[in-house]
Structure formats: structure tokens, C-alpha cells
């Protein structure tokens, strides 16, 4: 029984990063994913300590799915890989911008990004000042 190897340390965080991170009561923080090149905003997902560090680490974006209590990665099933290209962590720590080079749909819809089609009916403001206001 001693014959056995000692399991691996489970690698981590750089600590600077760990240190910074404001998650959420479940442990998560909100990753923005973002196309490095046109800078499209494609998706919005949720990592944890261990798919940060993998999106880190591997190339490829990995979320946390609260639902499914599982990691995932992007493209896995569908092809529509997400290459890393960069990761930046926000000014208070609770949301990540991740810049990739998206293949294909970002959204399971089939759309490019997840907010294709989907905006809603607002009233527009203006810089001038002049506003809408009555
Ligand atoms: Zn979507």
C-alpha cells in the first residue's frame, strides 16, 4: 500500500491573482468573453478558482457551470472552440474579460454572440446633454 505515488498538488492560482479575486457566494466570478480582434462581445460565463486557472493555463476557455455543477469548455461539443488570447481581471476583482479567437457561434443558439438579435427597446442617450428628459 505504500507502493503507491503520492497524488500530485493540485496546481493553483498565482496567489496575486487568488488574492484579487471577489467571488460571488458560490465562488464564482463573471468572465466576459470578448473576440480579440473585432472586439464583438460574444458571451458571458462563470468560472471559478480551478477554470480561471485552466483558461490560464491551456489555450482553451473553461467554465463553471452553476446548473450542471461541472467545468466545461467551450467547443467541446460544438466545435466552436475558444482560443485565449488574453485575460484581464477587473478593477474590483469580480469579473474577468477573456479576449479570444472565437470559431464559428459563441452562443448554443447558433448566433455569433449571444446578443445577436436579442436587444431591447431603450431610450438613447446623447452626449450633447440636450437628454430626453421632459
Ligand atoms: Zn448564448
Not at 493553483?12 to 480582434?37: C, M
Not at 477573456?98 to 436579442?118: E, I, L, N, S, Y
Amino acid at each position: 500500500m505504500s507502493e503507491q505515488p503520492a497524488p500530485a498538488p493540485v496546481p493553483a492560482l498565482p496567489a496575486e491573482v487568488a488574492d484579487a479575486l471577489k467571488r460571488d457566494s458560490a465562488g464564482l466570478v463573471a468572465a466576459v468573453v470578448q473576440q480579440f480582434d473585432t472586439n464583438e462581445v460574444l458571451m458571458l460565463g462563470w468560472m471559478d478558482d480551478e477554470a480561471l486557472r485552466r483558461t490560464m493555463t491551456t489555450g482553451r476557455v473553461t467554465f463553471y457551470s452553476r446548473s450542471r455543477q461541472e467545468y466545461w469548455r467551450k467547443g467541446d461539443t460544438s466545435g466552436h472552440v475558444q482560443w485565449v488570447k488574453s485575460v484581464a481581471l477587473d478593477c474590483d476583482g469580480d469579473a474577468l474579460l477573456v479576449r479570444v479567437d472565437q470559431v464559428g457561434a459563441a452562443c448554443h443558439t447558433g448566433t455569433r454572440t449571444c446578443f445577436d438579435g436579442r436587444g431591447l427597446s431603450v431610450v438613447a442617450g446623447d452626449a450633447s446633454g440636450a437628454g430626453t428628459a421632459s
